[in-house]
Nanobody, 126 residues
Framework: VQLQASGGGLVRPGGSLRLSCAASGFTFGYYTIAIGWFRQAPGKEREGVSC????????YYADSVKGRFTISRDNAKNTVYLQMNSLNPEDTAVYYCAATLKRGCTIRTPTWYDHWGQGTQVTVSS
């Protein structure tokens, strides 16, 4: 099982980015796969950003990103997206996606996930 996070970059405050988390090694349609997005800024702990369960019944956002970020999944492409709008400098971090075959999802406990991508850098600066 491998996860590939991409889509990061440098953006000005107020701008947008869309992160992608592409999975290989298992097929979304055949397995119960939950995906979570986490981020870690320099000198800070890893923070849960958003997650989506396999059935999309459970979707959660951190309070700091509610109303600005949207998570979605395309099972045909084995990919989960994180649309990030109205970005501000506090969103600067390395963003990681993570996967598990457990039901539901959570952004509180990184250790709940079994597989992690390599991370993609998001920098919000003028």
């Amino acid at each position: 099982v491998q996860l590939q996070a991409s889509g990061g970059g440098l953006v000005r405050p107020g701008g947008s980015l869309r992160l992608s988390c592409a999975a290989s090694g298992f097929t979304f349609g055949y397995y119960t796969i939950a995906i979570g997005w986490f981020r870690q800024a320099p000198g800070k702990e890893r923070e849960g950003v958003s997650c989506i369960s396999s059935s999309e019944r459970y979707i959660y956002y951190a309070d700091s990103v509610k109303g600005r970020f949207t998570i979605s999944r395309d099972n045909a492409k084995n990919t989960v997206y994180l649309q990030m709008n109205s970005l501000n400098p506090e969103d600067t971090a390395v963003y990681y996606c993570a996967a598990t075959l457990k039901r539901g999802c959570t952004i509180r406990t990184p250790t709940w996930y079994d597989h992690w991508g390599q991370g993609t850098q998001v920098t919000v600066s003028s």
